[in-house]
């Protein structure tokens, strides 16, 4: 099944920014993208100290098949080269109507909407990939997914360990 070709333009203080289905030729944005990430964003996102994505993990999250998986990025203009500045993803659980739903945004791009747009437009492609459920693992002391997540109307749905929560939402 192809997947959908989304193109939403926004302005954001200013700037334009496009959300975009990812395209496997984005590996190069996407690394680097991840490599420019502080510290805190990279652990928050992966749980890990990874300092960059393994050639494995690139080729994974470059490469859509959908309906199973689905990527969205956000980018902006800089110099006349393409930026990505955040991306949202989704991975279904093998033989369930269910998925996991992630998300990550620049440092500089955070708290201005658009982990929370992403996350909106990944829900409604999910929706029609005849998704049923969303799940996410936040770590504990991510404050601002947790709001996030709550605010979009996830639930906490367990508590791993005292690091994650493991957050759910019906859609």
Request: proline share 3%.
């Amino acid at each position: 099944m192809q997947s959908p070709d989304i193109h939403i333009c926004l302005d954001i203080n200013g700037t334009s920014v496009t959300i975009r289905t990812m395209a496997v030729e984005g590996k190069e944005i996407e690394s680097e993208f991840v490599r420019n990430l502080s510290d805190e964003s990279r652990y928050y996102r992966f749980h890990s100290a990874l300092k960059e994505l393994t050639p494995e993990l690139l080729d994974r999250f470059t490469h859509v098949k959908y309906p199973e998986n689905m990527a969205l990025i956000a980018t902006i203009q800089v110099a006349g080269k393409e930026q990505q500045i955040a991306v949202a993803r989704y991975a279904k659980y093998p033989e369930r109507d269910a998925a996991e739903v992630a998300v990550v945004v620049a440092d500089a791009w955070q708290s201005c909407g658009l982990g929370n747009r992403l996350l909106i437009e990944i829900r409604n492609i999910a929706v029609d990939a005849g998704i049923h459920e969303l799940h996410m693992s936040v770590l504990a002391e991510n404050h601002k997914m947790i709001k996030l997540a709550h605010k979009l109307g996830y639930h906490t749905k367990r508590i791993d360990d005292v690091t994650s929560r493991e957050l759910g939402k019906p859609i």
